[in-house]
T-cell receptor, first 114, second 115 residues
Framework: GAGVSQSPSNKVTEKGKDVELRCDPI?????LYWYRQRLGQGLEFLIY????????KSGLPSDRFSAERTGESVSTLTIQRTQQEDSAVYLC????????????FGPGTRLTVT | QKEVEQNSGPLSVPEGAIASLNCTYS??????FFWYRQYSGKSPELIMF????GDKEDGRFTAQLNKASQYVSLLIRDSQPSDSATYLC???????????????FGTGTKLQVIP
């Protein structure tokens, strides 16, 4: 079956612009997670959705970051007024339910802020 | 104190040898443990999960869990150059403020299999 998909795969933007990153979870997966991975670094948790509610937004680094999810489907991560330190790979993962911890990752979006 | 700790490596092993990757975690209440493989420039891929003390084998991979010692390991037998990657340990942990559990990832161990 289809895995987690993310778009775009690469995004280059100028400092100060807004960007939207999209994630399509595996069909039937109700939990969805966003992570950030800077070059050579580990995974940094950003936000988690169960259905379309976000019980844990603790990882969002600043109020420039926000995320939404439509039902148990697509999620969008928005970064406003991008900064160079936002350059990273943004990874989305989904799991069957928040009590099922096996997460399956998408290919990621590589964001470069110039 | 880091919640999930791994040696960053690199761990170098010759082809055909056993690679042993280790992970310790801080939450005694953790029940679910995962190993992910991440090739350079790629996203993490789930390769093993283990919930009970002891060993779990899948092909050349064996996950070992010791909850009393708060220790989980991954053994790779007959290591191949294609096993060269970063291996991430992940553990579910209680998030007290949210009243739920979430998976916390270690920073990973880089494995190099030398032909």
């Amino acid at each position: 079956g289809a895995g987690v998909s993310q778009s775009p795969s690469n995004k280059v933007t100028e400092k100060g612009k807004d960007v939207e990153l999209r994630c399509d979870p595996i069909s039937g997966h109700t939990a969805l997670y966003w992570y950030r991975q800077r070059l050579g670094q580990g995974l940094e948790f950003l936000i988690y959705f169960q259905g379309n509610s976000a019980p844990d937004k603790s990882g969002l680094p600043s109020d420039r970051f926000s995320a939404e999810r439509t039902g148990e489907s697509v999620s969008t991560l928005t970064i406003q007024r991008t900064q160079q330190e936002d350059s990273a790979v943004y990874l989305c993962a989904s799991s069957l339910h928040w009590t099922r911890y096996e997460q399956y990752f998408g290919p990621g979006t590589r964001l470069t802020v110039t | 104190q880091k919640e999930v700790e791994q040696n960053s490596g690199p761990l170098s092993v010759p082809e055909g040898a056993i690679a042993s990757l280790n992970c310790t975690y801080s939450d005694r209440g953790s029940q679910s443990f995962f190993w992910y493989r991440q090739y350079s420039g790629k996203s993490p891929e789930l390769i093993m999960f283990i919930y009970s003390n002891g060993d779990k084998e899948d092909g050349r991979f064996t996950a070992q869990l010791n909850k009393a010692s708060q220790y989980v390991s991954l053994l790779i037998r007959d290591s191949q150059p294609s096993d060269s990657a970063t291996y991430l340990c992940a553990v579910n942990m209680v998030v007290n403020s949210g009243g739920y559990q979430k998976v916390t990832f270690g920073t990973g161990t880089k494995l190099q299999v030398i032909p």
